[in-house]
């Protein structure tokens, strides 16, 4: 059997998912697994084209259920072509957010019942969920402030305090609801830091805990 495992990473805007990943990525390959790292909404051409129109602007905007069902397409695709064929030929699998993001900014964030976001869940992924989750969770105000410090906002770096709270709440919910799976990493300090609390995190959950 197959030892590849799927580790996702989380967090909202200005969490440093883009930093860490890289933390991460050293880790894994310095332990000498092959890897893929990948992303989501995107991973393949398709998920691309749909990441492009979930993250644009549009003068009539977006129906809820709409970037709820784009965002499983793409997900679709994703697993379809490039996750599940990496695990079951033994590649670790590195994807920057998955469907934990599509319950806390489409459910917990946008308002979308749960249950109808876990049905598609189950359609779309059967049973497949990361083997490991990491979290990084800061103040909103303090990732909205790192984040306004690059280009122009996209489609949901425009939206308001408010729903960032919303979200930011999700995650830690989902964070308490699966223990096993989800490490919180405390991603308000700076990078050096971070940095080293992944490692420990990611070394005593290879070490320990994981399967
Ligand atoms: N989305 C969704 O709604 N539903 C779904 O199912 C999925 C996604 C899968 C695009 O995702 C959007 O899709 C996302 C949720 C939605 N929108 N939002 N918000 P994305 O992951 O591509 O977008 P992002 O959240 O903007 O991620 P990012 O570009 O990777 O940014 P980041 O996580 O904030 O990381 P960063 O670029 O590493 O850090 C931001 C800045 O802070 C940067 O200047 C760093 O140098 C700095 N930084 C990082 N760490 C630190 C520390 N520790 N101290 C100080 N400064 C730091």
Do not use: N
Request: charged share 30%; with cysteine.
């Amino acid at each position: 059997m197959s030892d590849a495992r799927f580790i996702t990473v989380e967090g909202i805007e200005g969490a440093g998912k883009s930093s860490c990943l890289a933390v991460i990525e050293a880790l894994i390959r310095r332990r000498g697994h092959d890897l893929l790292v990948t992303r989501e909404p995107g991973g393949t051409p398709l998920g691309e084209e749909l990441r492009a129109l979930l993250l644009g602007h549009r003068a009539d905007g977006m129906s809820d259920d709409a970037e709820l069902l784009l965002m499983f397409a793409a997900r679709a695709e994703h697993l379809y072509r490039r996750i599940e064929p990496a695990l079951a030929a033994g590649q670790w699998v590195l994807c920057d957010r998955f469907t934990d993001a599509t319950y806390a900014y489409q459910g917990y964030g946008r308002g979308i019942d749960l249950a109808r976001i876990a049905t598609l869940e189950t359609w779309v992924q059967g049973g497949r969920k990361p083997d490991l989750t990491l979290l990084l969770d800061l103040p909103v105000e303090q990732g909205l402030s790192r984040a306004g410090k690059r280009s122009a906002p996209d489609r949901f770096e425009r939206e308001q305090t408010a729903f960032f709270e919303r979200v930011r709440a999700g995650y830690l919910a989902l964070a308490e609801r699966s223990p096993q799976r989800y490490r919180v990493i405390d991603a308000s300090r700076p990078l050096e830091p971070v940095a080293e609390d992944i490692a420990t995190t990611f070394a005593t959950w290879l070490d320990g805990d994981a399967r």
